[in-house]
Protein backbone atom coordinates (compact mmCIF):
# COMPACT_ATOMS: atom_id res chain seq x y z
CA UNK A 1 0.00 0.00 0.00
CA UNK A 2 1.25 3.50 -0.74
CA UNK A 3 2.29 5.88 2.55
CA UNK A 4 -0.03 8.39 3.47
CA UNK A 5 0.46 11.87 3.41
CA UNK A 6 0.74 11.96 7.08
CA UNK A 7 3.92 9.32 7.04
CA UNK A 8 5.26 11.39 3.54
CA UNK A 9 8.69 12.50 4.67
CA UNK A 10 8.51 15.59 2.16
CA UNK A 11 5.24 16.44 3.97
CA UNK A 12 6.54 16.47 7.68
CA UNK A 13 9.94 18.34 6.93
CA UNK A 14 7.50 21.23 3.97
CA UNK A 15 5.23 21.52 7.60
CA UNK A 16 8.02 21.83 10.16
CA UNK A 17 10.06 24.49 8.25
CA UNK A 18 6.54 26.10 7.94
CA UNK A 19 6.48 26.21 11.54
CA UNK A 20 9.60 27.32 12.20
CA UNK A 21 9.48 30.17 9.48
CA UNK A 22 6.42 31.29 11.15
CA UNK A 23 7.82 32.02 14.70
CA UNK A 24 9.62 35.42 14.74
CA UNK A 25 12.36 35.99 16.86
CA UNK A 26 12.57 38.22 20.21
CA UNK A 27 14.72 40.31 18.36
CA UNK A 28 12.38 40.62 14.95
CA UNK A 29 9.27 41.18 17.69
CA UNK A 30 11.21 43.97 19.66
CA UNK A 31 11.59 45.99 16.27
CA UNK A 32 8.09 45.49 15.07
CA UNK A 33 6.73 46.52 18.51
CA UNK A 34 8.28 49.95 18.34
CA UNK A 35 5.89 52.50 17.22
CA UNK A 36 6.85 55.18 14.74
CA UNK A 37 6.67 58.41 16.05
CA UNK A 38 4.20 60.84 14.54
CA UNK A 39 4.66 64.54 15.18
CA UNK A 40 1.80 66.68 17.08
CA UNK A 41 0.66 69.38 14.59
CA UNK A 42 0.55 72.71 16.09
CA UNK A 43 -2.62 74.66 16.32
CA UNK A 44 -3.52 76.81 13.24
CA UNK A 45 -4.47 80.45 13.97
CA UNK A 46 -7.12 81.32 11.74
CA UNK A 47 -8.04 84.88 11.18
CA UNK A 48 -11.24 84.63 9.17
CA UNK A 49 -14.57 82.09 8.91
CA UNK A 50 -16.03 80.65 12.03
CA UNK A 51 -13.30 81.10 15.21
CA UNK A 52 -14.09 78.92 18.46
CA UNK A 53 -14.26 81.12 21.78
CA UNK A 54 -13.75 79.94 24.80
CA UNK A 55 -15.73 81.91 28.01
CA UNK A 56 -17.24 80.74 31.12
CA UNK A 57 -20.44 82.18 30.97
CA UNK A 58 -21.68 82.30 34.82
CA UNK A 59 -19.67 85.82 35.57
CA UNK A 60 -22.57 88.53 34.82
CA UNK A 61 -23.07 91.04 33.02
CA UNK A 62 -19.59 90.24 31.06
CA UNK A 63 -21.01 86.57 30.14
CA UNK A 64 -23.52 84.35 31.68
CA UNK A 65 -25.94 81.79 29.38
CA UNK A 66 -29.64 83.15 28.93
CA UNK A 67 -32.35 80.79 30.74
CA UNK A 68 -34.94 81.27 28.04
CA UNK A 69 -32.90 80.56 24.54
CA UNK A 70 -29.57 78.87 26.25
CA UNK A 71 -27.38 81.45 24.24
CA UNK A 72 -24.46 83.29 25.84
CA UNK A 73 -24.62 86.81 26.33
CA UNK A 74 -23.15 89.51 27.92
CA UNK A 75 -20.46 92.92 28.03
CA UNK A 76 -18.24 90.60 26.51
CA UNK A 77 -20.44 88.91 23.47
CA UNK A 78 -21.95 92.38 22.26
CA UNK A 79 -18.66 93.79 22.23
CA UNK A 80 -16.40 90.84 20.49
CA UNK A 81 -19.57 90.35 18.11
CA UNK A 82 -18.89 93.87 17.09
CA UNK A 83 -15.40 93.59 16.68
CA UNK A 84 -15.63 89.99 14.58
CA UNK A 85 -17.82 92.79 12.12
CA UNK A 86 -15.15 94.80 11.79
CA UNK A 87 -12.06 91.69 11.60
CA UNK A 88 -13.85 89.91 9.40
CA UNK A 89 -14.35 86.38 11.44
CA UNK A 90 -17.77 84.60 12.99
CA UNK A 91 -17.50 83.71 16.53
CA UNK A 92 -18.44 80.65 18.21
CA UNK A 93 -18.88 80.58 21.32
CA UNK A 94 -18.55 77.66 24.17
CA UNK A 95 -19.16 77.47 27.63
CA UNK A 96 -15.57 76.53 30.03
CA UNK A 97 -14.31 76.47 33.36
CA UNK A 98 -12.30 79.47 33.65
CA UNK A 99 -9.30 77.70 36.00
CA UNK A 100 -8.22 75.96 32.90
CA UNK A 101 -9.29 78.79 29.83
CA UNK A 102 -5.73 79.84 29.06
CA UNK A 103 -4.27 75.68 29.14
CA UNK A 104 -7.26 74.71 26.49
CA UNK A 105 -6.43 77.95 24.86
CA UNK A 106 -2.24 77.28 24.65
CA UNK A 107 -3.40 73.70 23.19
CA UNK A 108 -5.88 74.80 20.64
CA UNK A 109 -9.32 74.31 21.62
CA UNK A 110 -10.45 77.47 21.07
CA UNK A 111 -8.59 80.01 18.72
CA UNK A 112 -9.43 83.25 21.10
CA UNK A 113 -11.15 84.09 24.67
CA UNK A 114 -12.88 86.41 26.27
CA UNK A 115 -14.31 85.95 29.73
CA UNK A 116 -13.29 88.82 31.50
CA UNK A 117 -9.95 88.15 32.09
CA UNK A 118 -7.18 90.68 33.78
CA UNK A 119 -4.17 91.32 31.83
CA UNK A 120 -1.34 90.20 34.03
CA UNK A 121 2.24 89.55 33.31
CA UNK A 122 2.28 85.56 34.34
CA UNK A 123 -0.73 85.28 31.35
CA UNK A 124 1.11 86.63 28.77
CA UNK A 125 4.11 84.10 29.29
CA UNK A 126 1.48 81.85 26.97
CA UNK A 127 -0.86 83.85 25.18
CA UNK A 128 -0.77 87.32 23.36
CA UNK A 129 -3.33 89.74 24.65
CA UNK A 130 -5.71 92.66 22.91
CA UNK A 131 -5.36 96.44 24.02
CA UNK A 132 -7.28 96.84 27.41
CA UNK A 133 -11.41 97.26 26.95
CA UNK A 134 -12.27 97.35 30.62
CA UNK A 135 -11.22 98.50 34.06
CA UNK A 136 -12.30 96.81 37.16
CA UNK A 137 -11.30 96.28 40.90
CA UNK A 138 -11.22 93.81 43.68
CA UNK A 139 -13.63 94.49 45.98
CA UNK A 140 -14.75 93.03 49.63
CA UNK A 141 -18.47 91.80 49.76
CA UNK A 142 -19.42 90.36 53.06
CA UNK A 143 -23.32 89.62 54.56
CA UNK A 144 -24.66 93.09 55.61
CA UNK A 145 -24.95 91.69 59.45
CA UNK A 146 -21.66 91.72 58.87
CA UNK A 147 -20.87 95.19 57.27
CA UNK A 148 -19.88 97.31 60.64
CA UNK A 149 -17.43 95.32 61.53
CA UNK A 150 -15.54 93.79 57.95
CA UNK A 151 -14.40 97.11 57.03
CA UNK A 152 -11.29 96.40 55.86
CA UNK A 153 -8.78 93.67 54.74
CA UNK A 154 -7.43 93.36 58.34
CA UNK A 155 -10.45 92.79 59.49
CA UNK A 156 -10.11 89.13 58.22
CA UNK A 157 -7.88 88.29 59.96
CA UNK A 158 -8.95 84.36 60.94
CA UNK A 159 -11.82 84.60 58.73
CA UNK A 160 -12.95 82.38 55.47
CA UNK A 161 -12.62 84.11 52.26
CA UNK A 162 -14.35 82.88 48.87
CA UNK A 163 -12.77 83.38 45.62
CA UNK A 164 -13.02 82.25 42.38
CA UNK A 165 -10.71 79.70 41.33
CA UNK A 166 -8.14 80.57 38.47
CA UNK A 167 -9.23 84.70 39.13
CA UNK A 168 -6.86 87.65 40.33
CA UNK A 169 -9.28 87.78 42.80
CA UNK A 170 -8.05 84.24 43.93
CA UNK A 171 -4.50 85.47 43.49
CA UNK A 172 -4.99 88.70 44.93
CA UNK A 173 -6.79 86.94 48.27
CA UNK A 174 -3.41 84.22 48.40
CA UNK A 175 -1.33 87.26 48.57
CA UNK A 176 -2.60 88.82 51.78
CA UNK A 177 -2.59 85.90 53.93
CA UNK A 178 -3.85 85.95 57.50
CA UNK A 179 -6.62 83.81 56.21
CA UNK A 180 -8.35 81.21 54.96
CA UNK A 181 -9.00 81.39 51.00
CA UNK A 182 -11.59 78.92 50.02
CA UNK A 183 -12.02 77.92 46.21
CA UNK A 184 -15.23 77.67 43.75
CA UNK A 185 -15.40 77.48 40.33
CA UNK A 186 -17.91 80.45 39.83
CA UNK A 187 -18.41 83.92 41.38
CA UNK A 188 -22.06 83.67 41.84
CA UNK A 189 -21.52 79.83 44.04
CA UNK A 190 -18.92 82.04 46.37
CA UNK A 191 -21.89 84.38 46.81
CA UNK A 192 -24.18 82.06 47.61
CA UNK A 193 -21.82 80.20 49.96
CA UNK A 194 -21.12 83.86 51.62
CA UNK A 195 -24.88 83.79 52.29
CA UNK A 196 -25.05 80.85 53.73
CA UNK A 197 -22.87 81.01 56.11
CA UNK A 198 -19.86 78.87 55.10
CA UNK A 199 -17.36 81.51 54.11
CA UNK A 200 -17.24 84.99 55.95
CA UNK A 201 -16.29 87.33 52.80
CA UNK A 202 -16.08 87.38 49.15
CA UNK A 203 -13.05 88.84 47.14
CA UNK A 204 -14.22 89.27 43.25
CA UNK A 205 -14.18 91.95 40.64
CA UNK A 206 -16.13 94.88 41.01
CA UNK A 207 -18.52 94.79 37.99
CA UNK A 208 -19.88 90.98 38.22
CA UNK A 209 -20.03 91.41 42.48
CA UNK A 210 -22.40 94.48 41.75
CA UNK A 211 -24.43 92.32 39.64
CA UNK A 212 -24.80 89.63 42.02
CA UNK A 213 -25.83 91.82 44.62
CA UNK A 214 -28.37 94.04 42.59
CA UNK A 215 -30.31 90.76 40.88
CA UNK A 216 -30.30 88.98 43.86
CA UNK A 217 -31.22 91.21 47.14
CA UNK A 218 -32.47 88.07 48.76
CA UNK A 219 -28.53 87.34 49.82
CA UNK A 220 -28.15 90.18 52.25
CA UNK A 221 -24.75 90.59 50.99
CA UNK A 222 -22.73 94.21 51.12
CA UNK A 223 -19.85 95.55 49.47
CA UNK A 224 -17.66 97.24 52.50
CA UNK A 225 -13.98 97.80 50.58
CA UNK A 226 -13.84 99.03 47.19
CA UNK A 227 -11.04 99.37 44.45
CA UNK A 228 -8.71 96.82 46.60
CA UNK A 229 -7.09 96.39 43.18
CA UNK A 230 -7.29 98.51 39.97
CA UNK A 231 -6.94 95.86 36.83
CA UNK A 232 -8.02 95.79 32.89
CA UNK A 233 -9.62 93.24 31.16
CA UNK A 234 -8.16 91.82 27.28
CA UNK A 235 -8.87 89.71 24.80
CA UNK A 236 -6.21 86.73 24.39
CA UNK A 237 -5.22 84.33 21.49
CA UNK A 238 -2.09 82.20 21.58
CA UNK A 239 1.08 84.00 21.30
CA UNK A 240 2.06 82.99 17.52
CA UNK A 241 -1.22 84.42 16.24
CA UNK A 242 -0.39 87.52 15.77
CA UNK A 243 -2.11 88.30 12.63
CA UNK A 244 -5.01 87.68 14.94
CA UNK A 245 -4.50 89.85 17.93
CA UNK A 246 -3.72 92.70 15.09
CA UNK A 247 -7.25 92.00 13.75
CA UNK A 248 -8.65 91.75 16.96
CA UNK A 249 -7.08 95.56 17.99
CA UNK A 250 -8.08 96.75 14.98
CA UNK A 251 -11.59 96.02 14.76
CA UNK A 252 -11.98 97.50 18.41
CA UNK A 253 -10.04 100.30 17.76
CA UNK A 254 -13.16 100.83 15.05
CA UNK A 255 -15.71 100.10 17.33
CA UNK A 256 -14.29 102.44 19.32
CA UNK A 257 -14.27 105.32 17.42
CA UNK A 258 -17.89 105.14 15.52
CA UNK A 259 -19.38 105.20 19.11
CA UNK A 260 -20.38 101.58 18.99
CA UNK A 261 -18.09 100.80 22.43
CA UNK A 262 -19.37 103.58 24.18
CA UNK A 263 -22.87 102.55 23.26
CA UNK A 264 -22.34 98.88 24.81
CA UNK A 265 -20.62 99.98 27.91
CA UNK A 266 -23.91 102.33 28.82
CA UNK A 267 -26.30 99.40 28.05
CA UNK A 268 -24.51 96.92 30.48
CA UNK A 269 -23.28 99.62 32.94
CA UNK A 270 -25.39 102.48 33.22
CA UNK A 271 -22.17 105.12 32.74
CA UNK A 272 -19.68 105.69 30.01
CA UNK A 273 -16.14 104.04 29.90
CA UNK A 274 -13.10 106.28 31.45
CA UNK A 275 -11.51 108.19 28.90
CA UNK A 276 -8.17 105.91 28.77
CA UNK A 277 -10.19 103.46 27.50
CA UNK A 278 -12.78 105.12 25.04
CA UNK A 279 -9.45 106.47 23.44
CA UNK A 280 -8.40 102.85 22.50
CA UNK A 281 -5.94 101.95 25.99
CA UNK A 282 -3.86 104.98 25.58
CA UNK A 283 -1.50 105.34 28.92
CA UNK A 284 -3.09 102.04 30.49
CA UNK A 285 -0.66 99.22 31.35
CA UNK A 286 1.18 97.61 28.03
CA UNK A 287 -0.70 94.68 26.87
CA UNK A 288 1.93 92.45 25.79
Do not use: H, M, W
Given at each position: ????????????A??????V??????E?????A????????S??C??????????????P??E???TE???????????L????????????Y?????????????????????????????????V???N????????????????????????????????????????????LG???????????E?M????????D????????SK??????????????V?A???????????????????A?????????????????????F??D???E????????????
Open positions: AEPTAEATPEVVTVEATVAAEPTAATAVAEPTPTAVPPVRTTGELIVGTDAAYPFNVNTGEIEGFDIELNAIAAKAGFTPVQNVPFDTIFTNLAAGQYDIVISATTITEERQQTLFSPYFAAAQVLTVRAADAETLKSVEALAGKKVGVQKGTTGADYAKSGFDVVEYETTPARALANGDVAVIADDAPTILLNNPELNLAITELTVEYYGISVRRECTELIEINAGLAEVIKEGTYAEIYRKYGVPIKLQEGGQGLPSQN
